[in-house]
């Protein structure tokens, strides 16, 4: 596997269902990203780890529970979702630092609640 | 008013023809400014990165930044349709890592 990697790739859950996404990045990187993309609207940033650590918090209500066990790995755990919650989640890395840091993204889960 | 904003198209062109995209934004802390590609049922993918005010150039891609008027372009030269997509741009502080993004340009490039 290369770059950055998703699973599942598509997730149909009820309300009342818990689920959750994995990231996996092979760069080398030490930042990882969640981001919401939802149709119609711009890529919406979620959450920020750096080292492992979450730096950045977006206002993102608690049914949306991160996790960064290491800095090749990162999770969002779902629970008691919402259909506004439907959307395309994606992963990013990035090697953080500062300058022309960029990130890389993976192909997204495409999650539908019911 | 959103910190970047772009036309959600569709832009249609016939191939070969010049793809002019841009993005106007309106925070003046954005220092670096990235334009993205991405297909349909794919994630975004960097096409080009720039920083502060000025052109590059990579292949058929120029992106071009005019900090004055907080405007940022991408052509795309010799238009296949490949390259159609959905294009992206954000922008970035000097420090730290959140990119602001724009709501993306969906283009069709028809043979």
């Known amino acids: 596997e290369t770059g950055v990697t998703q699973t599942p790739r598509h997730l149909v859950m009820g309300m009342t269902n818990k689920k959750s996404l994995k990231c996996e990045q092979h760069l080398g990187h030490n930042a990882m990203y969640w981001y919401k993309q939802s149709a119609k609207k711009p890529l919406e940033l979620m959450f920020v780890y750096s080292l492992e650590e979450r730096v950045e918090n977006n206002s993102v209500p608690s049914r949306f529970s991160p996790e960064c066990p290491n800095s090749s790995h990162l999770f969002l755990h779902l629970h008691t979702l919402q259909p506004e919650d439907s959307a395309l989640y994606l992963c990013?890395?990035?090697?953080?630092?500062?300058?022309?840091?960029?990130?890389?993204f993976g192909p997204g889960t495409r999650l539908t609640v019911l | 008013q959103k910190e970047v904003e772009q036309d959600p198209g569709p832009l249609s062109v016939p191939e070969g023809a010049i793809v002019s995209l841009n993005c106007t934004y309106s925070?003046?802390?954005?220092?670096?400014f990235m334009w993205y590609r991405q297909y349909s049922r794919k994630g975004p993918e960097l096409l080009m990165y720039t920083y502060s005010s000025g052109n590059k150039e990579d292949g058929r891609f120029t992106a071009q930044v005019d900090k004055s008027s907080k405007y940022i372009s991408l052509f795309i030269r010799d238009s296949q349709p490949s390259d159609s997509a959905t294009y992206l741009c954000a922008a970035r502080r000097a420090a730290g890592n959140k990119l602001t993004f724009g709501g993306g340009t969906r283009v069709l490039v028809k043979p």
């Open positions: 990013a890395s990035s090697l953080e630092g500062g300058g022309a840091d960029t990130q890389y």
């Open positions: 925070n003046s802390a954005f220092q670096y």
